[in-house]
């Protein structure tokens, strides 16, 4: 499986990014994938995750209110959609998928195999 992200960039506090991670390979619309981002100086942190008939979604907290984790199955799609920004979400952002056949969501970077490359989002006061 390959995973390709997109969508990061520049925006000032309040604003809002859409982020894509588009998977490649043989049923890719049939894992389950998770968002995690990385800031300077930090670890990896979970961000949010979904099944990939969209019936189910798990957000951590600061996420909750604010993103939004869905598919575009047509064009084998994940998508974050990420509003209120803050300064603090500033990071580079990664999608990552788990295991065909795995049905559990998962926080953890250790559940994930497949890995994007990340995008960058900078948030500016």
């Known amino acids: 499986v390959q995973l390709q992200a997109s969508g990061g960039g520049y925006v000032q506090a309040g604003g809002s990014l859409t982020l894509s991670c588009a998977a490649s390979?043989?049923?890719?619309?049939?894992?389950?994938m998770g968002w995690f981002r990385q800031a300077p100086g930090k670890v990896r942190e979970f961000v949010a995750a979904?099944?990939?008939?969209?019936?189910?979604?798990i957000y951590s907290d600061f996420a909750k209110g604010r993103f939004t984790s869905s598919r575009d199955t047509a064009k084998h799609t994940a998508i974050l959609q990420m509003n209120s920004l803050k300064p603090e979400d500033t990071a580079v952002y990664y999608c990552?998928?788990?295991?065909?056949?795995?049905?559990?969501?998962?926080?953890?970077?250790?559940?994930?195999?497949?890995w994007g490359q990340g995008t960058l989002v900078t948030v500016s006061s």
């Open positions: 990552a998928a788990r295991p065909v056949g795995i049905t559990v969501l998962s926080r953890s970077t250790s559940a994930y195999r497949w």
């Open positions: 979904s099944t990939p008939n969209i019936e189910n979604n």
């Open positions: 390979g043989r049923a890719a619309n049939s894992y389950i």
